[in-house]
């Protein structure tokens, strides 16, 4: 894990958690999570669906991270659910009464779609940046994500219906929002290969990069600055997007006129009209 650094402007960042399957840190009030099982290209095994809602977790309390970054090491960025976990969930489910297994394998599946949601959750803006392939499971975590950029090499399947299952994590609910019915209705019953490009055409990704080092440098960019943005209106416009998505926009203006009444006069309005009048970047509080 790399070495704790400097968080959020003047600010010391708490200790970074090691975890099994991830790697984490925290530079300039950026934080990186890394998916690491490289060897199994990054396949989320029970562990790393664990790790990861802890990892969101703690990012969206940790104070000085304003921005997070999920990433992987390793050829892929995840080549989705471990077939060996799905396997031990059968087994862990397991009872004599019929009606209680089934009702304990729901329980688990929407334990799992948890640590899917989890990225929402997070106070904090995400950022997906994804190389090679990206498939079932890891679909489901980059739809959760606020953005989403990968590099032209990268691939992308709705892999499920190939392996007789029904997408059951969040891709089925957030890819339609995000590309159109009909292209995920496409994606979802041919399991299809999406490159790098056509997922930038069909807004998968923002924005498709020709390598994996320019990816990485655009997506470290970005975050840079979004992390010299107001922590506070970052948090706000995330919650604000988030509510529109499923709401009336009447309903939704309402929650945002609520939202300024209690966040408006923040020290960090007072201190963007001050940079400005000084010509200079504003320093904003974690």
């Excluded at 999570?33 to 790790?51: F, G, Q, T």
């Excluded at 997070?68 to 489910?93: E, P, R, Y």
């Excluded at 290969?193 to 320019?214: F, H, I, K, P, T």
């Excluded at 209106?233 to 945002?256: F, H, Q, W």
């Amino acid at each position: 894990m790399s070495d704790l650094m400097n968080g959020g402007a003047g600010t010391n960042a708490p200790p970074v958690p090691a975890f099994e399957t991830l790697r984490l840190s925290l530079e300039a009030g950026v934080a990186r999570i890394e998916l690491s099982r490289p060897h199994k290209a990054n396949a989320i095994n029970a562990v790393m669906w664990r790790e990861l809602r802890e990892a969101m977790q703690w990012l969206d309390t940790t104070t000085p991270a304003r921005v997070g970054i999920l990433c992987a090491a390793g050829a892929h960025f995840s080549a989705g659910i471990a077939l060996a976990m799905l396997s031990g969930l059968k087994a862990a489910n397991a009872d004599a009464c019929d009606a209680r297994a089934r009702e304990k394998t729901r329980r688990s599946i929407l334990d799992l779609q948890d640590t899917v949601s989890s990225i929402e959750r997070c106070r904090k803006p995400l950022i997906a940046e994804v190389h090679a392939a990206c498939v079932g499971g890891g679909v489901d975590i980059i739809t959760a994500c606020d953005l989403r950029y990968c590099s032209a090499e990268a691939w992308f399947s709705v892999k499920e219906i190939d392996v007789g299952l029904v997408a059951d994590l969040g891709t089925l609910q957030r890819l339609p929002r995000l590309i159109g019915e009909g292209m995920a209705r496409e994606l979802a019953y041919t399991a299809r290969r999406v490159g790098g490009e056509e997922a930038a055409q069909m807004r998968l990704v923002n924005r498709c990069y020709a390598s994996r080092e320019a990816l990485a440098a655009g997506v470290a960019e970005l975050a840079r600055t979004l992390a010299t943005k107001s922590p506070l209106c970052l948090r706000g416009t995330k919650e604000m997007i988030s509510y529109v998505r499923d709401r009336p926009v009447a309903e939704s203006l309402n929650y945002v006129a609520t939202w300024n009444a209690a966040m408006l006069y923040s020290d960090d309005l007072a201190e963007a009209a001050l940079a400005a009048r000084a010509s200079r970047a504003p320093a904003f509080r974690d």
